[in-house]
Nanobody, 111 residues
Framework: QVQLVESGGGLAQPGGSLKLSCAVS????????MGWYRQAPGKQRELVAS???????NFADSVKGRFAISRDNAKNTVYLQMNSLKPEDTAIYYC?????WGQGTQVTVSS
């Protein structure tokens, strides 16, 4: 059974930073494409960033240049570093591996 547990969400001011973590058990992060998605109220869930087993990264246009995705194979954890946060980044952020999802972590960007 694959389990994903997100952490690191919270309240940030516009222009601030947060770093999300996704701890994975039951699978190896280095073997699969890992993704971060988000869902804002009233909107569909959207891909924010992903990293393939080969290390190729993909970002939504709205976060390019501001967000970074990385993984620590030893800790079996994937990270999402979010910089220059904007109010429109407010959403629940979910970690994904294959067809498995974490429970989500709330990110709120507000002054």
């Amino acid at each position: 059974q694959v389990q994903l547990v997100e952490s690191g969400g919270g309240l940030a001011q516009p222009g601030g930073s947060l770093k999300l973590s996704c701890a994975v058990s039951g699978s190896l992060v280095r073997m699969y494409t890992m993704g971060w998605y988000r869902q804002a109220p009233g909107k569909q869930r959207e891909l924010v960033a992903s990293i393939t087993s080969g290390g190729r990264r993909n970002f939504a246009d709205s976060v390019k240049g501001r967000f970074a995705i990385s993984r620590d194979n030893a800790k079996n954890t994937v990270y999402l570093q979010m910089n220059s946060l904007k109010p429109e980044d407010t959403a629940i952020y979910y970690c994904n591996c294959m067809n498995f999802w974490g429970q989500g972590t709330q990110v709120t960007v507000s002054s």
